[in-house]
């Protein structure tokens, strides 16, 4: 799902996608020209491996996203937020999306067999 920056109104716009078993909705507001904020959640289930035993394991995901995308280059000092910067003059949520599910994957996740003690 792909949302033209020059679209989003001042007021936001809502938006909803998902990937596999995890959905991700939200909103977009305008900050600025080039910068829009994306709030908004995952939910579902993200399938990976137990980082003990390797064998696959279901997690529930339910997770708050706030972050900045960037139209173009992001030059502001202010890191005060995650940036994410898109060269097509779009936002792809699918982009944020897949990059928020690969934060939670590298986290470690141990299965109920493995987390008994
Ligand atoms: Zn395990």
């Avoid at 109104?9 to 977009?28: A, H, M, N, R």
């Avoid at 980082?51 to 997770?63: A, F, K, P, Q, T």
């Avoid at 972050?67 to 173009?72: N, P, T, V, W």
């Amino acid at each position: 799902m792909k949302i033209v920056f020059k679209k989003i109104p001042q007021s936001g716009v809502d938006f909803e996608t998902s990937s596999d078993e995890i959905k991700f909705y939200g909103k977009l507001e305008k900050k600025s020209k080039n910068l829009v904020q994306c709030i908004g959640r995952l939910e579902g289930t993200l399938v990976c491996q137990c980082d003990r035993c390797g064998d696959d394991m279901s997690l529930n995901v339910n997770e708050k996203v706030d972050l900045l995308a960037s139209d173009g280059l992001y030059e502001s000092g202010d890191n005060l937020l995650e940036v994410m910067e898109f060269f097509e003059e779009s936002i792809d949520l699918n982009t944020i999306l897949l990059s928020e599910v690969e934060i939670l994957k590298s986290d470690y996740h141990y299965c109920s067999t493995c987390n008994v003690e």
